[in-house]
C-alpha cells in the first residue's frame, strides 16, 4: 500500500507543541522574517495533567545570531537577576545544564526565560533555556 503525501504544512511536532506553548513558534511572529530553532524541545504534562514545555537555544553570538537579536525577534526583555534553574527542566533537558541563569523579567505568564552567557565567546554568545506551563 502506497503512503499518502500530504500536501502543505508538514505534521505539528512536539518540538512545534513546545515552541508553541513558550510563544515562540515562528507562526507566532508573523513578518519577522527570521526566527531561532531551539537545540533541544521538550513538551511533557506535570502532575496534574497540564502542558509544559522546555527548550533550549544556542547562540553563537555576534550581531545576526546573539542574546540582543534574539531578544528582539521574540520581543523579551533583557535578563535581569541571577535565578536557579528549575528542577524540572534540569531534570527535561538532556545534557548538563547550568545551576542557575539570569532571569528574564516576566513577560507571558507561565514562561521562565533563563540566559547564561557564554564568557570568551563572541558577543552575545549565550545558551537559553525556557520552562512554560499551559492551562
Request: glycine share 12%; hydrophobic share 35%; proline share 12%.
Amino acid at each position: 500500500m502506497a503512503a499518502a503525501l500530504r500536501l502543505g504544512h508538514p505534521p505539528e511536532t512536539d518540538s512545534d507543541r513546545a515552541e508553541r506553548l513558550a510563544g515562540l513558534h515562528h507562526d507566532q511572529h508573523p513578518g519577522i522574517g527570521r526566527y531561532y530553532i531551539p537545540a533541544q524541545a521538550v513538551l511533557s504534562r506535570t502532575a496534574d495533567g497540564k502542558p509544559v514545555a522546555y527548550l533550549h537555544y544556542v547562540l553563537r553570538g555576534g550581531d545576526d545570531a546573539g542574546l540582543d537579536d534574539f531578544c528582539r525577534t521574540y520581543n523579551l526583555p533583557r535578563p535581569s537577576s541571577p535565578a536557579p534553574l528549575p528542577e524540572d527542566l534540569k531534570a527535561a533537558l538532556p545534557g548538563e545544564e547550568p545551576a542557575e541563569g539570569v532571569l528574564l523579567p516576566e513577560g507571558q505568564p507561565g514562561r521562565q526565560v533563563f540566559v547564561v552567557e557564554q564568557p570568551g565567546g563572541r558577543p552575545g554568545a549565550a545558551d537559553v533555556y525556557i520552562r512554560a506551563a499551559g492551562s
